[in-house]
């Protein structure tokens, strides 16, 4: 590349602003270390059964495993599908309730913490059942039994022939230490885990990332690059010219409009790894807070928000979202599979009309707070411009990425985007965005129901309990669609766009895998870097 005046101002600046993460030049071009870029202020959390923002999850990813793991950089479709990672084998009962495991011999712990038995599973799995983020998804384990040190059983009170997918591939039944957390005690451990992945945490640090090292003990082929660090660059012009400076090796897409041409413009040798579908980019509606309680509010913002405008405009990277699946995965449907009221067509003048007939014929105003984030801050203000001509004006308050979550997460939010990755399993962003076992709590400890669906109203918890105990497959996929119908009907949620998860790296790192699909992160065992 080709540095002109502008170009060395604006690397200049960059350098600045790296300088204050503690990145240095110097380090950046050593073969031995990977850098990545990461969209927001600061880590929160290093252990596996706290993560709230997807951010840390790329740290976890790498020293974290699961009993099975689909493949680098996909989604498993079929149970089939899954690898064997930490259990070497399973079995599971006629009815699809007792799944047993063999576990890996010989598997260590980062730090010399030892081998991984039963016993660490079974603690791994009870902690997550009692006190992970995810913990409502887990809910459906009555137990969680050892059978010596190198087999485990798991009995769950209803039925699921989705278990790898939905349970036992998840972030927060990552397998961890059970001597390492009693040594180091619960809140230290917060930021201080000890997993058996092919990287170990070296660093923690809350003001810039997160560094980690190869973990020579482990149990199958060792990380190919010895260092990954995960720098937090929230700044997107630093973070864009981070990378074509040359500072980080890859980093998380600025997931806007027009950016990836921007940047294969300045370089072209540019590599992009984007999943389809990606994020689900979903929109609470707070039904605890007028006037979003009326139902004819919720229709008229419905009406106001050009949903195919919204994809479009993320191009590549943006999909529609005619209900809360993409409508090639299971229980998605097309739009003109809808009933005509569910279709709910861009309509400003039916917005205005529906707002009078509730009672405001001005229309109304309201705050909300929003992500900087990029994914997340385009998207809000093109639905800020998008409903204002319906009688919708919205005070975007737009704050720091990790404050976002967390205030969301304590419920002081109106209408608040939500984006996350699913896999082909429906009802799991239904237990997680929509059950009333999720219902946000102002204290923090409650989940990511934040419209409160199934408590401020009735939801979908009866329709919810039949899918997860259906003995066939058929039976499952319609009563999730039944469910997608009911959600357009009330209106706590709307799908707004999907969008591809994107990362862009230098054409010297190679990540020996393609990225097709799977959750906002991926691993990086398997990758080579040239200087």
């Not at 503690?22 to 050593?30: I, L």
């Not at 598997?107 to 992970?132: C, K, L, N, P, W």
């Not at 409502?136 to 050892?146: F, R």
């Amino acid at each position: 590349m080709t540095l002109n005046r502008r170009n060395f101002m604006e690397l200049a600046a960059a350098t600045t602003a790296l300088t204050a993460f503690g990145v240095s030049s110097a380090r950046a071009q050593n073969a031995d270390t990977f850098r990545m870029g990461i969209a927001a202020n600061n880590p929160r959390h290093s252990d596996p059964n706290l993560t709230t923002q997807g951010s840390d999850n790329w740290a976890t990813e790498q020293m974290y495993e699961q009993l099975v793991r689909p493949d680098d950089g996909r989604f498993a479709l079929t149970q089939d599908e899954y690898l064997p990672t930490l259990a070497t084998e399973w079995t599971q009962s006629d009815d699809a309730k007792v799944w047993t495991f063999k576990l890996r011999e010989g598997v260590q712990f980062h730090r010399g913490y030892g081998e991984m038995t039963s016993e660490d599973v079974v603690f791994s799995y009870e902690r997550a059942i009692a006190g992970g983020t995810n913990k409502t998804i887990l809910s459906n384990i009555e137990s969680v039994v050892a059978n010596g040190p190198y087999e485990v059983t798991i009995t769950l009170k209803q039925p699921d022939v989705n278990l790898l997918g939905t349970s036992i591939f998840n972030n927060n039944t990552s397998i961890i230490s059970k001597k390492a957390y009693e040594e180091i005690g619960a809140e230290a451990f917060a930021t201080d885990a000890v997993g058996t992945g092919p990287y170990e945490l070296v660093e923690f640090n809350p003001e810039s990332g997160t560094k980690m090292t190869r973990h020579e003990g482990y149990w199958g082929d060792k990380a190919k690059i010895a260092n990954v660090e995960c720098v937090y660059i929230a700044d997107t012009t630093a973070r864009t010219l981070a990378l074509l400076s040359g500072e980080v090796d890859c980093i998380e897409a600025v997931r806007a409009p027009g950016w990836i041409d921007s940047m294969l413009q300045r370089d072209p040798n540019l590599k992009i790894d984007m999943t389809t579908p990606g994020s689900f980019n979903t929109l609470h509606i707070n039904l605890t807070r007028a006037p979003f309680d009326n139902l004819l509010v919720r229709q008229a913002l419905m009406h106001a928000i050009d949903r195919e405008a919204v994809a479009a405009a993320l191009a590549p990277m943006g999909g529609t979202m005619n209900g809360l699946q993409p409508d090639f995965f299971p229980a998605g449907f097309k739009k003109e599979e809808l009933p005509e009221e569910l279709q709910y067509n861009y309509d400003p003048e039916k917005s205005r009309a529906l707002l009078a007939e509730a009672g405001y014929p001005d229309g109304i105003s309201f705050s909300a707070l929003c992500s900087q984030r990029e994914d997340y801050s385009s998207t809000m203000l093109i639905v800020q411009e998008l409903i204002r001509p319906a009688g919708f004006n919205m005070d975007l308050q737009i704050i720091d990425h990790t404050a976002y979550h967390a205030d969301n997460r304590s419920d002081k939010n109106t209408l608040a985007m939500h984006s996350s990755s699913y896999p082909p399993i429906p009802t799991q962003i239904y237990f997680q965005q929509l059950a009333s076992a999720s219902e946000v709590k102002s204290d923090g400890t409650g989940g990511g129901n934040y419209s409160h669906y199934g408590v401020a109203m009735p939801g979908i918890d009866d329709l919810l309990a039949q899918a997860l105990v259906a003995s066939d497959y058929e039976t499952y996929l319609d009563l999730c669609k039944q469910i997608e119908l009911q959600v357009l009907r009330d209106l706590p949620l709307i799908g707004l766009s999907t969008l591809g998860f994107t990362a862009v790296r230098r054409d010297e790192v190679d990540l020996g895998y393609e990225v097709e699909s799977g959750y906002a992160r991926w691993r990086f065992h398997r990758a080579t870097k040239t200087v």
